[in-house]
């Protein structure tokens, strides 16, 4: 039994022959199907080489993946072209809406000499700022000591940008082009004194241009 396990493993002649075969087709030169240029065997894919393959089905510039050139669009593919026009529309309305900031008239005065075109409503933001620790012992040290308290300036400044920001952003909503008669109320809402309130309110107008 031993004897015919170990003659089992004998290879073949059809078999040594086939492995012969592989071999040289492993190592002779092949001509590509499209350039007819030689490759090894083991360079060619589907009878086309690598630089043909990118020719004949090139790879998305974003993603990676290979496509008919025909269905590229400035070299990719349907779904990275479909993103990078949505990504290049949406910076643009983005542009669009900080000019649109830009332009709104933000004033405390109650009497101006602004053309008044139309009213539209009152409309009020609201920011919560905290303190963290740090800020809260450099805050303490000036309790103590006066002067000026820098950290705690900041953050109110940073706070009544917050609202203003917001202002505009609601009365371009709104239709309007400005917001006059602005009161700014500052609050602690905190026993600590380690959360500031500050809320904004105006009144949004269409002025004339």
């Keep these: ?37 030689s490759f090894g065997f083991m360079e060619l894919k589907n009878e086309i ?10 790879p998305c510039q974003t993603c990676g993946k290979l496509f008919k050139p025909e269905l590229l669009e400035n070299g990719n ?8 026009k949505s990504r290049e529309l949406l910076k643009k309305k983005e542009q669009i809406q900080i000019d649109e900031l830009k332009n709104v008239i933000l004033t405390t005065e ?34 103590v000591v006066g002067g000026r308290s820098a950290t705690l300036q900041k953050t109110l400044r940073e ?23 602005i009161d700014l109320d500052y609050g602690d809402i905190s026993s600590a004194g380690t959360m500031l309130m500050l809320v904004a309110s105006g009144t949004v107008v269409r002025i004339k241009k």
């Excluded at 009213?119 to 809260?136: C, N, P, Q, S």
Aim: charged residues 20%; glycine residues 4%; contains cysteine.
């Design 110 to 143: 109650s009497c101006h000499n602004l053309e008044i075109i139309e009213r539209l409503g009152v409309i009020t933001a609201e920011t919560i700022v905290g303190t963290h620790i740090f800020k809260d012992i450099m805050v303490s040290v000036r309790d």
């Design 1 to 37: 039994m031993a004897l015919l396990g170990s003659l089992a493993t004998i290879p073949t002649a059809s078999s040594a022959a086939h492995a012969v075969i592989i071999l040289k087709r492993m190592f002779t030169m092949a001509r590509c199907a499209e350039c007819k240029k």
């Design 49 to 58: 080489c690598k630089s043909c393959q990118k020719l004949t089905t090139p």
């Design 159 to 181: 706070a009544r940008e917050v609202v203003l920001d917001e202002l505009k952003r609601e009365a371009i909503a709104m239709g309007g082009n400005a917001v006059v008669a």
């Design 77 to 84: 593919c349907e779904v990275c072209a479909s993103e990078i």
